[in-house]
């Protein structure tokens, strides 16, 4: 698979206004990995965050994605730099920033992704660039590899213009477990403050055309095209686990 051209083409569907729609993964193995990666998404974002998986076994599960054509994403545990370049050299298409709360941490994390002149990464063979041998055809990758910003503390609403302006930031997307729970109303959807924070988020995102991007963590199709009639245009739809479970429980 060719990254950038699947890169390009994400940000064209965003970019004519049309839902890009992924999942996410949790379970450490290249056979959940395999799967995945044939269920037609655009992308599938490996949780180095809440999921047991670690970065020795990212290649793999990459590889896997990338079987059936979708873009592998790492939503990292920290903004750090080491997380950046790890997930990147693996052989990530981008990243999924947790609890983005400030344009300054967004910015740095921006840096640490890209190389230079754009960015600080550090410069090197790796699995991204299949260990020097496409070297010179990752350097345009490198330059601006997808960069998604999650928006889950009600800090972040209130400084999200500054978030948004940050260049390139192609997506923001809502956390809403935990912008509920920052909010005193933990997995409470119908709480009027909680509706009040997204359609902020949705609004200033229009303003300034950002994609603005929410995860549906039930596999419900109702749900997903609910949100998509509201606008929203990057999308996390339910997550390996919990379509095992799920469907585990029919009778």
Known sequence: MNRVEKIQAIRNSLAANQPSIGSWMQIPHASVAEIMGQAGYDWVAVDMEHGAIGVHQLPDLFRALELGATLPLARLAHGHPKDCKQALDAGAGGVIVPMVETAAQLLAVRDACCWPPVGTRGVGFSRANLFGKHFDAYRREAQAPLLVAMIEHIRAVESLEEILAVKGLDAILIGPY???????????????????????????????????GVHVVMPEADALQQRINEGYRFLAYSIDSVFLWNSALQR
Do not use: H, K, Y
């Open 178 to 212: 935990d912008l509920s729970a920052s909010m005193g109303c933990t997995a409470q959807f119908d709480q009027p403050m909680f509706i009040t924070a997204m359609e902020r988020i949705r609004t200033l995102c229009r303003q300034v055309n950002i994609p603005c």
